[in-house]
Structure formats: C-alpha cells, structure tokens
C-alpha cells in the first residue's frame, strides 16, 4: 500500500505499479504484446514513473502478418487455431519475449467487437505470459462495448501478470 491524499489516506498500488516493484526488486524486465487492445498495455505501464526501468518494449500486432513478422508467431498456429486463440497468445509471448531481450513477455488477443470475428464472440480475450520457468495462459470473456472490452481487458490481464509475479 502506499499514502495517498493529503489526510494520509492508504490506497492500493495500481497493478502496473505492483507490476513494477515486483519486477525492479527481482531486477526482471517486461515486454508485450498486443492485439485488441492496440498498445493499451504499453500506454497503461508507462504511467508509472520509473518504468524505464523495468518495461523494455510493446509491440502492436494486430494483423496476423505483423504477429508472424513482429512476433515470430507461426504460419501453422494461425492457419489451425487463429488469431484469438490461446495458441496465439502463447506464441505472441514467447515471441515479443525473446525478440526483446526481457526476462517476461506478455501478450494479449481477442475480439474487441461490436461484432464477433471468425465464429468468436466480441469480449473473447485471450492473454499469455511466458517468463522464467513459466508460461500461463488465460482466457477471459468481457461483456460490453467495445472501448468497455478493451479497457477491461488491460486491467484484467495487468492483473493476471501481477497474481503470476507474486506466486512465483
């Protein structure tokens, strides 16, 4: 928790924020990548100062020849799982991870809406981290418009991170 306000008032760290000094004391980097939220996860990290420190990059792949050509993320995933699939994510943070260098790469892909895509409903999100003897995948389903879907993806997937940090 850190002070807050001028009554000294106690709130909870933002998840970038814990994001942030799990990764600064561990002295560990971050990159993701992103699809539906188009450089959501990026923008929202790079709110907390000093995250220079820790954030090396993001990357915005959202067609699926930026995910082979940015991301390294196979022909054949693409071609048997699609785009917004489990598969893709894993692949997307694999990828964004070791074309960048970081100890953690996270991704992010689904269907923002208003309309689903290739047989998936709007709000089908799937997100993935791979790092240090970890990869975890997750899959979530936000219901709303589509600024609501991307908004809360960021949040929910920032949150995902944050949980996986703190267990390991």
Not at 9 to 16: D, G, I, N, Y
Not at 76 to 89: D, H, K, Q
Not at 160 to 167: I, K, P, Q
Request: with cysteine; proline share 4%; charged share 30%.
């Amino acid at each position: 928790m850190r002070a807050g306000g001028k009554r000294g008032r106690r709130t909870e760290l933002s998840p970038e924020e814990s994001v942030g000094r799990l990764l600064m004391k561990r002295g560990e980097t971050l990159a993701v990548a992103e699809s539906l939220t188009g450089g959501g996860l990026g923008e929202r990290i790079t709110r907390v100062p000093g995250s220079s420190g820790w954030f090396v990059e993001g990357r915005v792949a959202y067609s699926e020849e930026a995910k082979k050509r940015l991301l390294g993320v196979p022909a054949s995933i693409l071609r048997n799982y699609g785009p917004v699939s489990v598969e893709c994510a894993r692949a997307m943070a694999a990828g964004v991870r070791r074309r960048s260098g970081s100890d953690w790469g996270l991704s992010v892909t689904g269907v923002a809406g208003p309309g689903g895509a290739e047989g998936k409903p709007a709000g089908l999100v799937f997100a993935a981290l791979a790092g240090p003897r970890i990869r975890r995948a997750w899959k979530q389903r936000i219901i709303g418009g589509r600024a609501r879907v991307r908004r809360e993806t960021v949040r929910r997937t920032l949150e995902g991170l944050r949980r996986a940090l703190e267990e390991k």
